[in-house]
């Protein structure tokens, strides 16, 4: 498998804090049949800020360690980048990273709103040959309200992936039932751990992996799983039309059938 959210290197964000806590994590990860991981430090979330060769440095100094202590797993850098107005300056200038050198990008909101003039956003990196992949929908409040404002972001060119967590029912059934929704319209591209800790937020991915194969089908945990291949080989993934929600049509024919005719 591999995983294309975690917060695995040490010292940079609100992951481990020490080397030796990021090897247990690696270990974990191979156990979970992980064999590649992006590492992706928060960048401008308003606590953290980690720009592109910081992250580059780390990684390699995090893979030799990994190699030394003989644990199989190939780590590459990424970043997860808080949607702020310099955005498309900032990589312009070089300080942000896409996900292992791709042209796939991992953004993230607030829990709360929806950054204004996302959708200029969207289109602006779609000039620049990016495609954001939205990283945990299913956890920004407007979304969770409004289904439909993650679907407007997809049809305008974004991508969108779940944290294992949303679909094992770590986060409440609320967001579960949510999460499950959000893959059986399609507008759902990606599932990763986002893991931060061994004890709080593990990886649970093999875990998200059977449930979606339980509730939604194994063509769905394919889907997924070939998305983030399409990641690391830097190809375009294949696009399943969203589904719209027809709230009317539905009733209309429950009255139809109350009706009996
Ligand atoms: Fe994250």
């Given at each position: 498998?591999?995983?294309i959210?975690?917060?695995i290197?040490?010292?940079?964000?609100?992951?481990?804090?020490?080397?030796?806590?990021?090897?247990?994590?690696?270990?974990?990860?191979?156990?979970e049949?992980?064999t590649?991981i992006?590492?992706?430090?928060?960048?401008?979330n308003?606590?953290?800020?980690?720009?592109?060769h910081a992250?580059?440095?780390?990684?390699?100094?995090?893979?030799?360690?990994?190699n030394?202590?003989?644990?199989?797993l190939?780590?590459?850098?990424?970043?997860?980048?808080?949607?702020?107005?310099?955005?498309?300056?900032?990589y312009d200038?070089?300080?942000?990273?896409t996900?292992?050198?791709?042209?796939?990008?991992?953004?993230?909101?607030?829990?709360?709103?929806l950054?204004?003039?996302?959708?200029?956003?969207?289109?602006?990196?779609?000039?620049?040959?990016?495609?954001?992949?939205?990283?945990?929908?299913?956890?920004?409040r407007?979304?969770?309200?409004?289904?439909d404002?993650?679907?407007?972001?997809?049809?305008?060119?974004?991508?969108?992936?779940?944290?294992?967590?949303s679909?094992?029912?770590?986060?409440?059934?609320?967001?579960?039932?949510?999460?499950?929704e959000?893959?059986?319209?399609?507008?759902?591209?990606?599932?990763?751990?986002?893991?931060?800790?061994?004890i709080?937020?593990?990886?649970?991915?093999?875990?998200a992996?059977?449930?979606?194969?339980?509730?939604?089908?194994?063509?769905?945990?394919?889907?997924?799983?070939?998305?983030?291949e399409?990641?690391i080989?830097?190809t375009?993934?294949?696009?399943?039309?969203?589904?719209?929600?027809?709230?009317s049509r539905?009733?209309?024919?429950?009255?139809?059938?109350?009706?009996?005719?």
């Open positions: 498998m591999i995983d959210h975690s917060h290197l040490c010292n940079l964000d609100d992951g481990p804090r020490t080397l030796e806590q990021s090897l247990e994590l690696a270990r974990l990860a191979v156990q049949g992980i590649m992006l590492a992706t430090p928060h960048h401008r308003g606590r953290y800020l980690n720009e592109a992250i580059i440095e780390a990684v390699a100094v995090f893979q030799e360690q990994l030394q202590n003989q644990i199989h190939k780590v590459c850098h990424g970043q997860e980048i808080r949607v702020y107005p310099q955005l498309i300056d900032d200038d070089g300080s942000l990273l996900l292992h050198g791709s042209s796939y990008m991992l953004i993230e909101f607030s829990t709360g709103k950054p204004e003039r996302m959708d200029e956003m969207i289109y602006e990196l779609s000039l620049m040959q990016i495609t954001p992949i939205i990283a945990h929908p299913e956890r920004n407007e979304i969770a309200d409004q289904p404002k993650l679907l407007r972001m997809i049809e305008l060119g974004a991508l969108s992936q779940l944290t294992s967590h679909i094992t029912g770590k986060f409440g059934s609320h967001t579960k039932r949510l999460a499950m959000l893959c059986k319209r399609n507008l759902v591209h990606f599932i990763a751990s986002d893991v931060h800790d061994a709080h937020r593990p990886f649970h991915l093999q875990q992996y059977d449930s979606v194969r339980r509730l939604l089908g194994d063509d769905y945990v394919t889907y997924y799983q070939q998305n983030a399409h990641v080989r830097n375009p993934i294949e696009r399943w039309t969203p589904a719209v929600k027809r709230r539905f009733s209309l024919q429950r009255v139809l059938n109350i009706l009996g005719t």
